[in-house]
Nanobody, 125 residues
Framework: QVPLVESGGGLVQAGGSLRLSCAAS????????MGWFRQAPGKEREFVAA????????YYADSVKGRFTISGDGPRNAVYLQMNLLKPVDTAVYYC??????????????????WGQGTQVTVVS
């Protein structure tokens, strides 16, 4: 059973918006933070945004600052990504992940212990 389940992906025109959601599925765990990554065909998985529950701090990749907003519910292990002003370069499979060990960074895949199966986001011009 996949521990995290993403939803909200789809096809959108450039300049449009999408809201991704991620929630725990069936497994009980505690996380210190959660994040979003994305992976386009032929490219490595890259950091998009993260949130640390203890202080409410949020972190963003430079490429999405000012366009994407991460939010979430720590006790429920749920995280959301509001994506505005989408561009074709944002096309990718988006994955959510949970930090189970209070990683210092939250910007690398190795900082996370649980992952979702991904949701496709396609932005057309």
């Amino acid at each position: 059973q996949v521990p995290l389940v993403e939803s909200g992906g789809g096809l959108v025109q450039a300049g449009g918006s999408l809201r991704l959601s991620c929630a725990a599925s069936g497994r009980t765990f505690s996380s210190y933070g959660m994040g979003w990554f994305r992976q386009a065909p032929g490219k490595e998985r890259e950091f998009v945004a993260a949130i640390r529950w203890s202080v409410g701090s949020t972190y963003y990749a430079d490429s999405v600052k000012g366009r994407f907003t991460i939010s979430g519910d720590g006790p429920r292990n749920a995280v959301y990504l509001q994506m505005n002003l989408l561009k074709p370069v944002d096309t990718a499979v988006y994955y959510c992940a949970a930090d189970l060990r209070a990683a210092s960074s939250l910007e690398f895949p190795a900082d996370y212990g649980l992952w979702g199966q991904g949701t496709q986001v396609t932005v057309v011009s």
